[in-house]
């Protein structure tokens, strides 16, 4: 029977089934990653002492969930994004980004309202929570809205998802599908033959 087993095509459903439950396994320490790093976050919001604020990604991921304090002197015009308030309502979310006295620049999320129409802000300086930038490494949500706004919703490390389980799964049940689906062509193939 193993001669008549096709080399070519036995071999690259192998190979592809390998790559499979590889990418399984690495979804299984993704999700050994992420609980720590949701830790991590979860843990930085107890921090009182205000870091610096970061200028490139690698320095935003050592402080999001962190509180802090900016001077923002020159603000950006108002940029609505989607975003929630403090009662988990959907609306817009406004953001400006500033340029930052020692240099750099900082999105700042300077409140919450239903209407996306522009808000003007003079700057000044805010304290908030840290987070994922969208154009820059990392945005402040302000703790106390600018005036005519709502709070935002607070940035809360356990709204990450941490979904790998279900995609390891997915990878191991592609890995089991396609030997399935060959072994029933072999078997066809065999019969036929």
Known sequence: MLKRLPVIPTLLVLVAVAVMVRLGFWQLDRMGQKAALIAQYDQAQDRIDA??????????VAVLY???ILDCRKPGPDMPIAGHN????TGWSHMVTCQLEGGGTAEIVIGWSRNPA????PGGVVSGTIVEGIAAPARLVVWE???????????DPATIPN???SYAIQWFLFAA???VIYALALRKRLRGA
């Open 145 to 155: 809205p600018a005036p005519g706004l709502e709070p935002n919703a607070a940035p």
């Open 66 to 68: 962190r509180q802090t």
């Open 177 to 179: 599908t396609a030997l």
């Open 51 to 60: 870091p610096a604020w970061p200028q490139t990604k690698d320095e935003a």
């Open 86 to 89: 403090a009662q988990g309502e």
């Open 118 to 121: 522009s808000q003007q802000w």
């Open 163 to 165: 979904n790998h389980w």
